[in-house]
């Protein structure tokens, strides 16, 4: 007797993203950070940096109220344009999706500032060392959170926004000790 089985199709490999795929779908657009995901370095470091820049160009146009408003729009919109994303590109949390460090670095912006440029910089390398060494409670988070769906693009912001917490809490306990 002989075996009819056919063999899985083989799943398709997972997609690198390019401009074109950025500019393909809108949610590709915001998810990777309008480009600065595209780094093929460090993107969420690159992520992070345009976050950082998007905020001081907006504050010159925007009350502390709407750029609060802002962020809580940002998100829906993230979880929306990370699920899509991720799911397009076949990976359960694509390093080039950056919309996460945007987010996560835009409540850190909005809760810290105003701050001078050193106190800044330190918020940068605290916010992008819990996000990138994954310890403790970031650490939970990315991990309770991986899959496919509105739980994968919850779990891609997820950790990021455990990551701002703790790099509030940082610098809370920095300004009270300084």
Same mark, same amino acid.
């Given at each position: ?122 918020? +940068? ?32 912001? +997820? ?20």
């Amino acid at each position: 007797m002989t075996d009819t089985t056919a063999p899985a199709p083989a799943s398709p490999p997972p997609l690198r993203p390019t401009v074109h795929f950025m500019l393909s779908h809108p949610a590709h657009l915001v998810a990777l950070g309008f480009g600065s995901g595209l780094a093929r370095f460090a993107p969420g470091t690159w992520g992070t940096a345009w976050a950082w820049l998007a905020w001081l160009v907006l504050q010159l146009w925007l009350t502390p109220a709407q750029l609060a408003s802002l962020v809580l729009l940002s998100l829906p919109l993230g979880w929306w344009a990370c699920t899509v994303t991720a799911t397009h590109m076949r990976v359960a949390d694509p390093s080039s999706v950056v919309w996460d460090e945007v987010v996560g670095f835009w409540i850190v912006l909005l809760l810290w500032l105003p701050a001078r440029w050193p106190e800044q910089l330190a918020a +940068f390398v605290l916010f992008r060392l819990f996000d990138a060494v994954k310890r403790g409670p970031v650490g939970w988070a990315d991990r309770s959170f991986k899959g496919a769906g509105w739980r994968g693009g919850f779990g891609i912001l +997820f950790d990021d926004l455990v990551a701002a917490f703790c790099t509030l809490l940082v610098l809370a306990l920095w300004r009270t000790w300084a």
